[in-house]
């Protein structure tokens, strides 16, 4: 089972070790002082990157939280009239995603695609991505990790038909990414655009009191 509970998401410890080996080897030679340096300052960055710190959810059942830290970059509707809010993540946010809200993944899809700058808001429709449904009863969110031009990797600890809980950590995406968000089109609102907003401890909108309701009877 996957503990929540480590400093450094383990995804890190295969880029820091090296780095940290060097580093010793460095030292153990005497080889020039800038080398071991730089040896230990690359696996603090590493380190830095996959952090995986711990977060207060806020709220109650009917706030949905961000489930990255970093920048929205969209704001918009899509066909079905349901909110859409993209948030871009660079390379120095945490990477740890996390579930806007609890339900059980209803459907889990990755799509293969192109690696375009995080940023692109052609991102969503063309980079590798993968996407999961939290549904909760006839409510459902949609939540998409998108690959950037650094990412290349993206992680998902879970799997169709798994209960997730609101603010749970569920993967990673790897050195820069984006996240796309599709909420009920009736949520209202708590952000707006070019806000930083953090993982777990932001809410991104409000379910209204009936969709609560109709949750729990399902």
């Not at 153990?28 to 960055?45: D, E, F, Q, R, S």
């Not at 590798?128 to 650094?150: C, F, K, M, P, W």
């Amino acid at each position: 089972m996957r503990k929540h509970n480590e400093l450094i998401a383990r995804e890190g410890w295969p880029f820091m070790a090296p780095f940290l080996v060097l580093a010793a080897v460095s030292f153990t030679l005497k080889w020039p002082l800038w080398v071991g340096l730089l040896c230990l300052l690359l696996a603090g960055y590493v380190a830095y990157f996959f952090r995986n710190p711990y977060r207060q959810i806020p709220g109650d059942e009917r706030d949905l939280v961000s489930p990255a830290d970093g920048k929205i970059v969209h704001i918009g509707r899509d066909e079905q009239q349901r909110w859409v809010i993209s948030v871009f993540l660079n390379v120095f946010n945490v990477h740890i995603n996390r579930c806007p809200m609890q339900g059980t993944i209803s459907e889990m899809t990755y799509t293969e695609g192109k690696f375009l700058a995080a940023y692109d808001p052609r991102a969503s429709s063309e980079n590798e991505r993968n996407a999961i449904r939290i549904s909760q009863g006839e409510r459902y969110v949609d939540v998409t990790q998108i690959a950037g031009l650094i990412a290349r990797r993206i992680v998902c600890w879970k799997k169709k038909g798994d209960q997730v809980g609101r603010g749970e950590r569920y993967g990673l995406i790897r050195f820069g990414s984006r996240m796309d968000i599709n909420l009920p089109g009736d949520a209202v609102l708590n952000v707006a655009m070019g806000q930083k907003i953090r993982g777990g401890s932001d809410i991104l909108a409000r379910l209204p009191e009936h969709a609560h309701a109709e949750s729990l009877a399902s």
